[in-house]
């Protein structure tokens, strides 16, 4: 079982930043893949990015590239997503998820899921 929260949403103007955290707890955080994906009105949820718990290594979305940021602090159990350059495209609630399986994180299926943040981009 484990249990995550998202904060750090808000509103923004385009070009702006924001930083989003995602606690952990539960069981043992370090051993999960993480990523973070989100869903804007209207839309399916999409894949933004993931990382990987061993290597760090780091996937991203075509849209995001060059934009946003996915790092983990694992002993302090938390995963971040810095988003630079915000558009109004960005808008959307983005949700962390951590999975054993990188695969299928990659393509939405997450073993656990956080509630949500929303991010506002104004134009």
């Known amino acids: 079982q484990v249990q995550l929260v998202e904060s750090g949403g808000g509103l923004v103007q385009a070009g702006g930043s924001l930083r989003l955290s995602c606690a952990a707890s539960?069981?043992?955080?370090?051993?999960?893949?993480m990523g973070w994906f989100r869903q804007a009105p209207g839309k399916g949820r999409e894949f933004v990015a993931t990382?990987?718990?061993?290597?760090?290594?780091?996937r991203y979305a075509d849209p995001v590239k060059g934009r946003f940021t996915i790092s983990r602090d694992n002993a302090k159990n938390t995963v971040f997503l810095q988003m630079n350059g915000l558009k109004p495209e960005d808008s959307a609630v983005y949700y962390c998820?951590?999975?054993?399986?990188?695969?299928?994180?990659?393509?939405?299926?997450?073993?656990?899921w956080g509630q949500g943040t929303q991010v506002t981009v104004s134009s």
């Open positions: 998820a951590a999975g054993e399986n990188l695969p299928l994180l990659h393509g939405g299926r997450a073993d656990y």
């Open positions: 539960g069981r043992t955080f370090s051993t999960y893949h």
């Open positions: 990382t990987k718990w061993d290597t760090g290594s780091t």
